[in-house]
């Protein structure tokens, strides 16, 4: 079974420039997550789809990130313009339903550096 | 609301057994994870507990859960090389997992 696929691995930006995260969760997968992990801390949850459909958001900055999911199988996450503080790996992880968020399976991983 | 509070560092030398902690907040957790970072790679799940259960143990893993204090800690048995990583504990709310900082094990040959 293929795992979750993420590109591009790393990425190095100025500030304010744009940049894109591609992901391709684990097939048959309804529930795909975007996290974002700073250097010395956990994952934290940036924003939760149920196929096509946000599920939660509450933690995302809408005023510079944003994210989607066409057709509920791969899912973009974009920063523009791109801040200091935006450094850090970005996890994308899927699991086969809401309920069962304990079955999240993550991907590598881009590590973003913004200068 | 959810807050997870982890050690940060632990060295063992190989064989030995080591214990990482971690303190929740969210009572109404349903489950209790570690998860398992190695450089470079996301994280795997090792392994969850139920929240009505005091202790789940899964080969050389035991998970021990005190839900009074809210505490929870992960013991590996007979540590190897291959388990230097970082552990994180999270717990489960609102379908949303939420980590601690993490607690980067290194294993002495």
């Known amino acids: 079974e293929a795992g979750v696929a993420q590109s591009p691995r790393y990425k190095i930006i100025e500030k304010r420039q744009s940049v894109a995260f591609w992901c391709n969760p684990i097939?048959?997968?309804?529930?795909l997550y975007w996290y974002q992990q700073i250097l010395g801390q956990g994952p934290k949850l940036l924003i939760q789809?149920?196929?096509?459909?946000?599920?939660?958001d509450s933690q995302l900055p809408k005023d510079r990130f944003s994210a989607e999911r066409l057709k509920g199988v791969d899912s973009t996450l974009k920063i523009q313009p791109a801040k200091l503080e935006d450094s850090a790996v970005y996890l994308c992880?899927?699991?086969?339903?809401?309920?069962?968020?304990?079955?999240?399976?993550f991907g590598p991983g881009t590590r973003l550096t913004v200068t | 609301g959810e807050d997870v509070e982890q050690s940060l560092f632990l060295s063992v030398r190989e064989g030995d057994s080591s214990v990482i902690n971690c303190t929740y907040t969210d009572s109404s957790s349903t489950y209790l994870y570690w998860y398992k970072q190695e450089p470079g790679a996301g994280l795997q799940l090792l392994t969850y507990?139920?929240?009505?259960?005091d202790m789940k143990q899964d080969q050389r893993l035991t998970v021990l859960l005190n839900k009074k204090d809210k505490h929870l800690s992960l013991r590996i048995a007979d540590t190897q090389t291959g388990d230097s990583a970082i552990y994180f504990c999270a717990e489960e709310g609102n379908n949303r997992l939420a980590f601690g900082k993490g607690n980067q094990v290194v294993v002495i040959p």
């Open positions: 789809f149920q196929n096509n459909g946000v599920v939660d």
């Open positions: 507990i139920f929240s009505n259960m």
């Open positions: 992880a899927s699991s086969l339903a809401a309920e069962s968020s304990y079955e999240q399976y």
């Open positions: 097939s048959g997968h309804a529930t």
